[in-house]
T-cell receptor, first 112, second 114 residues
């Protein structure tokens, strides 16, 4: 079964450093998302991406965050200057035109 | 603003028992509702999706119902097994943005004891 793949599975970074989380969505999917889950809290929407542009972003997704789909297969989330409170599991997700959404295994980010 | 709540936060049952997980949402104008399973440290696996026009969906031992007017959904698990132990998340697409954005509950962590 096709799946969404994410790398790295776990990254530890110093506060203030830039981080790029990578995702390969399912190949024929058109809608792409990033969500995050702080330990013990709800899964929260960050951003949605369609037709090579951001279609919606949450209040969390401030100027420190950006997304790109550089080559038609990868979908990246960049955090420019990480803060301690950015420590979370980050999930990439994708879907076709239907409603079923497929999530990756997540990238666990620890900011120290 | 849509809020999704799941009760109970945790549940422990003996193997073989039938059980019900509850999800409630504050705004009944939803587009669809999905139930996910999350194993510790893992991603989310979609279990069932109910469109706003549907009342229930079934997959194997799982049955999800939707009552939009009361803002509730239930996930029924029949004949529970230890392998069902996981966190179950309910998520709503309220269609407000047309982007498929999901709003999640906090989950119910289920333990099925052999």
């Amino acid at each position: 079964e096709p799946e969404v793949t994410q790398t790295p599975s776990h990254q530890v970074t110093q506060m203030g450093q830039e981080v790029i989380l990578r995702c390969v969505p399912i190949s024929n999917h058109l809608y792409f998302y990033w969500y995050r889950q702080i330990l013990g809290q709800k899964v929260e929407f960050l951003v949605s991406f369609y037709n090579n542009e951001i279609s919606e972003k949450s209040e969390i997704f401030d100027d420190q965050f950006s997304v790109e789909r550089p080559d038609g297969s990868n979908f990246t989330l960049k955090i420019r200057s990480t803060k301690l409170e950015d420590s979370a599991m980050y999930f990439c997700a994708s879907r076709q035109t239907g409603n079923t959404i497929y999530f990756g295994e997540g990238s666990w980010l620890t900011v120290v | 603003k849509q809020e999704v709540t799941q009760i109970p936060a945790a549940l422990s049952v003996p193997e073989g028992e039938n059980l019900v997980l509850n999800c409630s949402f504050t705004d009944s104008a939803i587009y669809n509702l999905q139930w996910f399973r999350q194993d510790p440290g893992k991603g989310l696996t979609s279990l069932l999706l109910i469109q706003s026009s549907q009342r229930e969906q079934t997959s194997g031992r799982l049955n999800a119902s939707l009552d939009k007017s009361s803002g509730r959904s239930t996930l029924y698990i029949a004949a529970s097994q230890p392998g069902d132990s996981a966190t179950y998340l309910c998520a709503v697409d309220d269609g407000s943005s047309n982007t498929g954005k999901l709003i999640f509950g906090q989950g119910t962590t289920l333990q099925v004891k052999p």
